[in-house]
């Protein structure tokens, strides 16, 4: 089996702001999309995972983003099965234009989740095997990103049905949705991430409402997503001018 698997993808209206740039929230999602249908070719895609009480749930990515793709745009979606030790998995993704130019780098951790339970389980040493995929001697080092104590804009977003996925918690995209919506609308405009990393620790829950936090110093922003008094994930971005 191949650990590199790659699907071609035409950029819709529907997928993309007002800037005609492909939102965030559809990057993921097209993400998602081609990362599934890599595991679901394996026998560990969301549907045979859900039959066992497991899903897949990510605990952390990091963007590196050069340009976003625009309406009618057809780019290719790379992903890989990067590694794996005794608990995580590594997946890396990337988003390449129609002369093989590098849009976007995405690397990204996962664990192996019990639906039932809330827990985390142990990577599948077999699956991982059968695939070809290395186990790894040292954990890929992401940043360690800390909240602070308080931010200046928040805002506050409520877990509806319609947000939750497959795993019963709410959807990767829903995530970045809530953090880009605290900016002004002027600042969405003018502006494109550039780098992003944002690192999960605890999920919201159907009917939960949460708080957004932004810090934003120039061009950096620091974020947080947190619900009473737990802090349910942390993120930093970095800012460039929109093309």
Request: charged share 25%; aromatic share 12%.
């Amino acid at each position: 089996m191949d650990k590199i698997y790659r699907e071609q993808q035409k950029i819709e209206y529907y997928q993309c702001d007002e800037n005609q740039r492909l939102k965030l929230t559809s990057l993921i999602d097209l993400m998602m999309v081609t990362s599934e249908h890599q595991l679901a070719a394996w026998g560990a895609g969301a549907d045979e995972l859900v039959k066992q009480g497991k899903g897949w749930v990510v605990t952390q990515y990091h963007f590196d983003i050069a340009h976003l793709p625009t309406v009618g745009q057809t780019v290719t979606f790379q992903t890989e099965a990067a590694g794996y030790n005794r608990f995580f998995s590594y997946r890396n993704f990337t988003v390449t234009d129609a002369a093989g130019q590098e849009l976007v780098k995405v690397t990204s951790r996962w664990v192996l989740f019990d639906l039932a339970k809330r827990k985390l389980l142990p990577s599948d040493e077999k699956l991982m095997e059968q695939i070809g995929v290395a186990k790894l001697p040292k954990m890929p080092r992401f940043p360690r990103l800390r909240p602070l104590d308080q931010y200046p804009v928040t805002g506050d977003y409520q877990v509806r049905y319609d947000d939750l996925d497959s795993n019963h918690h709410l959807t990767n995209s829903h995530y970045f949705s809530w953090l880009l919506d605290v900016y002004s609308r002027t600042f969405l405009r003018q502006h494109q991430p550039k780098t992003i990393d944002l690192a999960f620790d605890k999920e919201v829950q159907y009917g939960q409402t949460a708080t957004v936090g932004l810090e934003l110093t120039d061009l950096t922003a620091k974020q947080a997503i947190y619900s009473e008094a737990a802090t349910n994930a942390v993120c930093e971005i970095t800012w460039q001018n929109a093309d």
